[in-house]
């Protein structure tokens, strides 16, 4: 379908969003033109700002507009644990349990030989470093459940077992309310390895 090319290249903007196909780009697109000017001006605003002042903390590499970042500037947060997560995301996910009340630090990415991904290439030296200049007794290893992130975990926590830090992984198994019929055999081995005495 021939489009003129301002929509043109507003449809292959949005195509380039995770989970947005061509069908949807176009509804977007179409939508975005019939806002109003001064919400379609709020909407760009948003996008550069969010791009250009957020940046990632120097000491736990998650997302800020000042660093260091709110959580290890909170002297209340218990900094002798520190959860390991891949992603800002996984921070924010974690924050709004209200659970967790030690400090964070992200990877940005998992080591993944397949993809030429090793652990120079993500925040692991940081972190090491960050284990020498830190009194930290315990990390809590919370990278995804899947190849990439059981391997990052692996390495993590055989990189750090000489130094006596004591460190855990997140559990895996299933879902609150799910039902063991519908669960794959993955899940319920992990479930069944991750069981604990009542």
Known sequence: MYYP???????DSFTKLPGIGPKTAVRLAF????????????FAKSLVNAKRELTHCS????????????????????SSVICVVQDPKDVIAMEKMKEFNGKYHVLHGAISPMDGIGPEDINVPDLINRLKDEAVEE??????????????????????????????RIAHGLPVGGDLEYAD???????????RDL
């Open 5 to 11: 090319e301002p929509i043109s290249k507003l449809i």
């Open 31 to 42: 939508f975005v033109l019939n806002m109003k000017d001064d919400d379609v001006m709020d």
């Open 59 to 78: 000491n736990c590499g998650h997302i800020t507009d000042q660093d260091p970042c709110a959580i290890c500037q909170d002297t209340s947060r218990d």
């Open 139 to 168: 990390l809590i290893l919370a990278t995804n459940p899947n190849i990439e992130g059981e391997a990052t975990a692996m390495y993590i926590s055989r990189l750090v077992k000489p130094s006596g830090i004591k460190t855990s």
């Open 185 to 195: 055999e993955v899940t319920l081995s992990k479930a069944l390895e991750g069981r």
